[in-house]
């Protein structure tokens, strides 16, 4: 299928690249693909950013059937412009589609429409450090109809935005609230999938945590409400006596790139990995021991956060002095430095734009 | 606040009132109210139905804010209009935007709107039996913001659809599976919600279930998968040894107004209501003991399902021999007789339009 390309006859304004914030400001194209049942994805096309036509009555509005991405592209020093693990972030939209029962799209398709849409608007990347062009791929089911039933047609979009960090604080460490009255995701539910749905469910108990001064919840299981499985939009380690802990794939937190790059990294500085089941009690008696060295979230928004300060009900941790740990601040550095174009693409990460 | 009306200069074509499919044609109204931080609910207005502009960087469409409702209008033999239990669907409303983070609406003013637009759409409410005009009431974020947060900015608004039943095989008894594998809520989470994601969650077991020949699932508990919970889009009632067994609202389920008018019919009948937790080895136990004397589903849609078979794993449980239950029938009588102003309303459920 060829993507056509229909250009913008009125451009916007580009946004002050030094007051970027994340998720505000789109670029001026963005890629559409429709659905229907008997002829499967067609009329791929880059046409102007703008608004959809949708009748009250769609679907998405009341079932929620919608899944999406997150992904970025970076321009290096050389002004070559880079997307990072895009091939992964298909693959696992094709997951997510899966689980919704949403048609899956082909990947290679998906990376071209990416590519091409980035290249025409590839004037909006912005340069400085720790700035990129978010990329947000998203499906969601159109039938203008009422009744719980899979759609029988879909729209797949890609909008960019240009973002400095996600975080206010930046790569300054947080603190986390150890949720144990709200509840994210459970084996058998759609946890693993990136899903509206998870998100619409998780605000309430990131709102308690903000009113409590915390930046994000770190999820408990749903089951047994012990054991720790993500913080907030992230995947999160811990560093326990130079052993890298972070909880195992079993359905209910998603598996993300950023996690699955550090565990690659982590491996790559000798520290061992163990992604196995812990609970926040072990967590809190590890710091009590002292062996808490470091902990950090990971996730393409923020790539690194250092988790500097724990709470849980009246307890409070403060990992590494509320500053910034060694190996966290290295696997920050490994990708955003590969990302970037400054340190080598050993894994093959890297898909450049020609 | 007071709503304006604008009509359509564009009336529809009504579509044939013998052959009404649940939830694809709507009326030429409908209702919209918006919210602004800052100002709070605003701008209450009854307008042609038509299409909504919303960019795609809508919250909706990424992270699925948003809550429903569903309800109905029923024209009696005299012509006039009654709407059932409509106060308690506004505040059920609000329940769940409040656990999605969505500021609540006034109820009286969401009634008013309701009977407003019914009013202005009346010549669209069929009249045969069975029939009746479903009101969709739901709310959306839109936020034109990647970035997951609360919305500033929301949408409330009420279409309508003229319907027949919603099974196609009207109150004929259905076949049930009862579901293992995938899990629909558990305490914490936002079950008890009327949310988008809660379906979207559902949709892949509903398809597996009727590729298996079976119409819908019977939900176990999210957290040790043994207890029964509900059945698709009804809550599950079950007769046993003369006694009703229905599961309590312990915040995975919800709770469904269709329940709670059984539950009060039933009481009414001479029926004792247990309102407790009971596994689904306990209903197969029960079955083989031949104390299964009916099982029903109960929602606005349907109104009563009779259960008469349910598949878990390798049994099957054939119920009542596959006929509707004497007092399936009875609570099925007794509520539409309500509704549609053949019987008497004793506990206040109708408002009539004047
Ligand atoms: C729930 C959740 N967990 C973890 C992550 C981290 O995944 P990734 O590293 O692929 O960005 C994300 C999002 O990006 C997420 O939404
Ligand atoms: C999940 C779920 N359970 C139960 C019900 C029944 O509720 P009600 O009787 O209020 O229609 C519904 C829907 O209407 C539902 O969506």
Redesign the interface.
């Known amino acids: 299928m060829e993507i056509t390309i229909t250009k913008t006859t009125n451009p916007k304004k580009k946004p002050d690249k030094n007051n970027l914030v ?3 400001v ?1 670029t001026d194209h ?1 890629f559409i693909m429709d659905y229907e049942e008997k002829r499967g994805w067609y009329n791929p096309r880059i046409v102007p ?9 769609c679907m ?7 899944t ?1 991405e997150g992904l970025k592209a970076y321009k290096t020093k050389e002004g070559k412009i880079q997307l990072f693990r895009i091939q992964d972030n298909m693959k696992r939209l094709n997951q997510s589609n899966e ?3 949403i048609p899956k799209i082909d990947v290679d398709l998906a990376v071209e429409a990416i590519k091409t849409l980035v290249k025409v608007d590839q004037d909006w990347i912005p340069k400085m450090e720790g700035t990129s062009l ?1 990329i ?1 791929p ?1 499906v ?1 089911g159109t039938d ?7 759609s029988s047609t879909y729209k797949f ?1 890609v ?1 960019l ?1 240009p973002v400095g960090s ?1 975080y206010k604080e930046g790569i300054r460490p947080t603190k986390i609230y150890v949720e144990d ?4 995701a ?5 946890g693993y999938a990136k ?10 108990a ?2 308690e945590a903000k009113e409590k001064g915390y930046s994000e919840v770190l999820w408990l299981d ?4 012990k054991y720790v499985e993500e913080v ?2 992230s995947n999160a380690f811990f560093i326990v006596d130079g052993v890298a802990y972070t909880s195992p794939l079993q359905g209910s937190i998603l598996a993300g790139i950023t996690r699955n790059t550090t565990i690659t990294l982590l491996k790559e500085m000798g520290i061992q990995v163990r992604e196995e089941r812990f609970t926040v009690d072990q967590l809190f008696q590890w710091h009590e021991e002292g062996k808490l060295e470091e902990a950090f979230a990971t996730g393409t928004a923020a790539v690194i956060s250092p988790i500097g300060q724990l709470g849980w009900k009246d307890k409070v941790a403060i990992i590494n002095n509320f500053e910034i740990g060694k190996i966290s601040q290295k696997i920050y550095d490994s990708i955003t430095g590969i990302q970037n174009g400054t340190l080598e693409d050993k894994y093959h990460w890297i898909t450049q734009l020609s």
Chains 1, 2 share one sequence.
């Open positions: 994340f998720g505000t789109f963005m950013y703008g608004p959809l036509q949708l009748e009250p009555a998405v509005f009341h079932y929620a059937q919608e999406f689980r919704l029962c978010y947000r998203f969601i203008n109809k009422i009744g719980v039933r899979p979009m909008i935005s996600y009255k709200y509840v994210r459970v084996p058998g539910g759609v899903t509206g749905g998870n998100y619409a469910a998780s605000l309430k990131q709102k749903g089951q047994q409400r907030g939009t």
